[in-house]
Nanobody, 122 residues
């Protein structure tokens, strides 16, 4: 089970920190991705992190504003989101993928959380 938290309503320019806690999984064995889906849009990759060597990927629209990190000991992955914009509004999901290859498309991911809503609005 993956449980996301930390979403909410924030003004443009504000920050939110998302967490995803895994139970029944050992995160060491998985690539972790954060995805988002806005109404009427396809689910898109936001950021991914490799299993063990710290490699990361970010979609261009969040580069320099979002930071992904993982704490395997706590079985938790984080997404720090700064300088939020209205276009960041979406439901954010964490997901796990076996292996160590970073893949940015959602179809490659096997396990998903239920999502947490992020709304950026004044």
């Amino acid at each position: 089970q993956l449980v996301e938290s930390g979403g909410g309503l924030v003004q443009p320019g504000g920050s939110l920190s998302l967490s995803c806690v895994a139970s029944g999984f050992t995160l060491d064995y998985y690539v972790i991705g954060w995805f988002r889906q806005a109404p009427g849009n396809e689910r898109e990759g936001v950021s991914c992190i490799s299993r063990s060597d710290g490699r990361t990927w970010y979609v261009d629209s969040v580069l320099g504003r979002f930071t992904i990190s993982r704490d395997n000991a706590r079985n938790t992955v984080y997404l720090q989101m700064n300088s939020l914009k209205p276009e960041d509004t979406a439901v954010y999901y964490c997901a796990l993928k076996a292996g160590n290859e970073i893949v940015t498309g959602p179809m490659a991911y096997d396990y998903w959380g239920q999502g947490t809503q992020v709304t950026v609005s004044s």
